[in-house]
């Protein structure tokens, strides 16, 4: 191979890189899982009979979509032994140069928590049909499966998503919240948190194991009221707040000095806050300090 067919091989390889990280983002919520996956089909492109490939773009979608399915598989038994809940590996938006490069669909939290409930093949259809519009059959030869399997898989994932959540305020709305949530928060204002809730509201903290991260789930307007206002007194000293885009929806990062204590992203419908969650997992957020 000889260093014009290289310079090629990566020319055609860079060009579709965003999409094959957006692919492998979506289906792993994992930024340094993803990363790791498409570099390993570039080394796979490297070494392929390229003039065998009539559609390199295609090619490299397929095999990113393949390696993705088997890496999910995986990681969910290595998920097993994570210390507490376990939530996607935020990614600010607002300068990602590949996520921010086609579609924001099935990217915010609140979808790929709900993509995780689904098969990797489901969740590899919604993903190539919602995200980025391919056809149901290309998408059955990516799957190897026929176009009435992809549709119905399709089909399930979307009742899934839709019928599982409310339909989400919008991005003016949620910023909002957020800051009224982050200013009750700070102060201890019981009723003034309450208030921004709905009535099912869940607080969500991945930590892995990370003082003072919560191992449950907390669940209901009151309990949630009472937790967040139960560290006031102390969590929030020396906390310096700034606003990021994070997967799409409005996002807070909260550092103490040179640590960032977390991340903070929410969801939210016409009945208030439904999600706060709390990535403070250091290797998650790396990538804000």
Do not use: C
């Not at 998408?139 to 979307?158: D, F, G, H, K, M």
């Not at 949630?224 to 206002?229: D, G, M, N, Y």
């Not at 992203?265 to 790396?286: P, R, Y």
């Amino acid at each position: 191979m000889g260093p014009v067919d290289l310079n090629e091989a990566a020319r055609v390889f860079t060009d579709a890189r965003p999409r094959l990280f957006g692919i492998a983002y979506r289906m792993l919520g994992s930024v340094t899982e993803a990363e790791d996956l498409v570099q390993d089909v570039w080394l796979r492109w490297q070494g392929y009979d390229r003039e065998s490939v009539e559609n390199p773009a295609a090619f490299l979608a397929t095999t990113t979509t393949r390696l993705a399915i088997n890496h999910l598989q995986s990681a969910r038994v290595r998920r097993e032994t994570y210390i507490g809940p376990w939530l996607p590996e935020p990614v600010d938006t607002s300068a990602d140069p590949y996520l921010g490069a086609e579609t924001g669909n099935a990217l915010e939290f609140a979808v790929l928590l709900l993509l995780e409930k689904l098969t990797p093949t489901e969740r590899a259809a919604y993903v190539l049909r919602e995200a980025f519009d391919y056809p149901y059959g290309q998408i059955a030869e990516i799957l190897r499966s026929n176009e009435p399997a992809v549709r119905q898989w399709v089909s399930r994932a979307r009742k899934h998503v839709t019928g599982e959540r409310k339909a989400p305020a919008p991005v003016s709305a949620q910023r909002e919240l957020l800051t009224t949530f982050i200013t009750a928060a700070r102060s201890g204002d019981l009723a003034g948190l309450e208030k921004l809730f709905a009535a099912e509201v869940a607080s969500i903290t991945d930590g892995n194991g990370a003082k003072h991260a919560a191992r449950r789930v907390v669940v209901g307007a009151d309990k949630v009221a009472r937790f967040i206002a139960a560290f006031s007194s102390f969590w929030w000293d020396g906390i310096e707040v700034r606003h990021v885009v994070v997967n799409g929806r409005p996002g807070a990062v909260l550092r103490q000095g040179d640590e960032v204590k977390a991340v903070l992203t929410l969801s939210a419908s016409a009945d208030g806050i439904d999600q706060l969650m709390w990535q403070m997992n250091q290797e998650k957020v790396a990538a804000f300090r």
